[in-house]
T-cell receptor, first 117, second 114 residues
Framework: NAGVMQNPRHLVRRRGQEARLRCSPM?????VYWYRQLPEEGLKFMVY????????ESGMPKERFSAEFPKEGPSILRIQQVVRGDSAAYFC???????????????FGQGTRLTVV | DQQVKQNSPSLSVQEGRISILNCDYT??????FLWYKKYPAEGPTFLIS?????DKNEDGRFTVFLNKSAKHLSLHIVPSQPGDSAVYFC?????????????FGQGTTLQVKP
């Protein structure tokens, strides 16, 4: 039973390009969370999705960032027109359930390290 | 505004001794707290949690204490082992809604010396 799979592990983009980060949740998990970790900081919540629905996007920057979790396929975090400040580690977590129980049931992927040059 | 704070960026202890990692929070509505462990180039791994209706939860070598009046929690690891060397994050469950969203502290790097 594979864990949460994120790819790519490392991504280098030039300023102005688009970055696409993928997350395949654990088998049987229908809840996906994206977090961002800037250097020397903790993880910051970005968005929570269920299949085909965005449940909570309160942590997403208002512009250039979008996320989806289609009926088929992985969850995608998309960053358009990247800037140097987008350089960070982006972590995805998945859970089989929603709510408080999801806290202990959530499993994190190994992250995608985005570097904008 | 940092709602969950880990004021010690690093901690070094001798193998076999106790490690105490501290965490403070500002939002009295937080009602569920967790500790995660993270190795370099890996994702966080859940370690232990505590509900606000309790003041202590123990799991093997790991114990979490919660002091609601002080808005403070701590993680005790005893005895500490070299394999415990990692970054430890304290997290709190967001008070509004019930989505499982977490607020993380900045992390404390623990080094356990053999």
């Amino acid at each position: 039973n594979a864990g949460v799979m994120q790819n790519p592990r490392h991504l280098v983009r030039r300023r102005g390009q688009e970055a696409r980060l993928r997350c395949s949740p654990m088998k049987g998990h229908s809840h996906v969370y994206w977090y961002r970790q800037l250097p020397e900081e903790g993880l910051k919540f970005m968005v929570y999705l269920q299949k085909e629905n965005i449940i909570d996007e309160s942590g997403m920057p208002k512009e250039r960032f979008s996320a989806e979790f289609p009926k088929e396929g992985p969850s995608i975090l998309r960053i358009q027109q990247v800037v140097r400040g987008d350089s960070a580690a982006y972590f995805c977590a998945s859970s089989p359930i929603r709510g408080k129980g999801a806290n202990t049931e959530a499993f994190f992927g190994q992250g995608t390290r985005l570097t904008v040059v | 505004d940092q709602q969950v704070k880990q004021n010690s960026p690093s901690l070094s202890v001798q193998e076999g001794r106790i490690s105490i990692l501290n965490c403070d929070y500002t939002n009295s509505m937080f009602d569920y707290f967790l500790w995660y462990k993270k190795y370099p180039a890996e994702g966080p791994t859940f370690l232990i949690s505590i509900s606000s209706i309790k003041d202590k939860n123990e799991d093997g070598r790991f114990t979490v204490f919660l002091n609601k009046s002080a808005k403070h929690l701590s993680l005790h690891i005893v005895p500490s082992q070299p394999g415990d060397s990692a970054v430890y994050f304290c997290a709190a469950s967001a008070p509004s809604g019930n989505t499982g969203k977490l607020i993380f502290g900045q992390g404390t790097t623990l080094q356990v010396k053999p």
